[in-house]
T-cell receptor, first 115, second 111 residues
Framework: DSGVTQTPKHLITATGQRVTLRCSPR?????VYWYQQSLDQGLQFLIH???????AKGNILERFSAQQFPDLHSELNLSSLELGDSALYFC??????????????FGSGTQLSVL | DQQVKQNSPSLSVQEGRISILNCDYT??????FLWYKKYPAEGPTFLIS?????DKNEDGRFTVFLNKSAKHLSLHIVPSQPGDSAVYFC??????????FGAGTTVTVRA
C-alpha cells in the first residue's frame, strides 16, 4: 500500500459527460501528480500541483482541469468526454516539489471507460 | 513525442536466469533515471534509480546501467524469480518537474 488513495477505482460513462477523479496523497506529501496511461502507452504526464499551486503542465487537454485543495487532496475533472479518453488515470505524490531526485508514490489508479 | 522508449513490449525468462530490460532516450537534458515495477490492479512502485553522474547502481538483485553516450540504460535482474513477473517502466527526468515514462516491458518469469 503506497498510502495514496484514488477513487473511484472504476468509472464507466458516456461520451459528452463529465467526471471527477479524486486523489488523496500520502500523509505529509505536498506534491500531487496526475498521469494518464492509455492502452499500450506509457504513463503520460498531465499536471503537477505543489501545496495547492499548479507547478507544471504536460500534454493535458483543455477539456481536462485539476486542482489541489487546502487539505492537499486533488481532483482531476474530465469534461466533454470522448472515446479516446478511456484510460487508466494515476495519481502520485511526493513530499517535495521536484521529482528528479525523488521517487513517486502511485495510487492504484482509476480505470475510466467512455462508451 | 516519445522521449523514452522501451522497444521490447515483453520478455520471458526462466526462473534463476538473468532478465535484461532495455530503455533508450532521446533528450540529452535527462539527468535522472528510474525504473518502476507494476503489478496488475496496482500502481507502479519505485524499484531503482541512477543519476547521470554514475554509470551503474546496484540494489540486491537489481542493477541499472547507464550509457550516456548511447542514451541507453538497462535493468538487470539476477536471479529472476516468479515474483518479478510484472510490467517494468523506465522513466527519466530533466530539470523540470515532469517524469517521462516508456511504454513498459512485461516480464514473465517461467518456473
Amino acid at each position: 500500500d503506497s498510502g495514496v488513495t484514488q477513487t473511484p477505482k472504476h468509472l464507466i460513462t458516456a461520451t459528452g459527460q463529465r467526471v471527477t477523479l479524486r486523489c488523496s496523497p500520502r500523509s505529509g506529501d505536498l506534491s500531487v501528480y496526475w498521469y494518464q496511461q492509455s492502452l499500450d502507452q506509457g504513463l503520460q504526464f498531465l499536471i503537477h500541483y505543489y501545496n495547492g499551486e499548479e507547478r507544471a503542465k504536460g500534454n493535458i487537454l483543455e477539456r481536462f482541469s485539476a486542482q489541489q485543495f487546502p487539505d492537499l487532496h486533488s481532483e482531476l475533472n474530465l469534461s466533454s468526454l470522448e472515446l479516446g479518453d478511456s484510460a487508466l488515470y494515476f495519481c502520485a505524490s511526493t513530499p517535495m516539489g521536484a521529482p528528479s531526485n525523488e521517487k513517486l508514490f502511485f495510487g492504484s489508479g482509476t480505470q475510466l471507460s467512455v462508451l | 513525442d516519445q522521449q523514452v522508449k522501451q522497444n521490447s513490449p515483453s520478455l520471458s525468462v526462466q526462473e534463476g536466469r538473468i532478465s535484461i530490460l532495455n530503455c533508450d532516450y532521446t533528450n540529452s537534458m535527462f539527468d535522472y533515471f528510474l525504473w518502476y515495477k507494476k503489478y496488475p490492479a496496482e500502481g507502479p512502485t519505485f524499484l531503482i534509480s541512477i543519476s547521470s553522474i554514475k554509470d551503474k547502481n546496484e540494489d540486491g538483485r537489481f542493477t541499472v546501467f547507464l550509457n550516456k553516450s548511447a542514451k541507453h540504460l538497462s535493468l538487470h535482474i539476477v536471479p529472476s524469480q516468479p515474483g518479478d513477473s510484472a510490467v517494468y517502466f523506465c522513466a527519466a527526468s530533466a530539470y523540470d518537474y515532469k517524469l517521462s515514462f516508456g511504454a513498459g516491458t512485461t516480464v514473465t518469469v517461467r518456473a
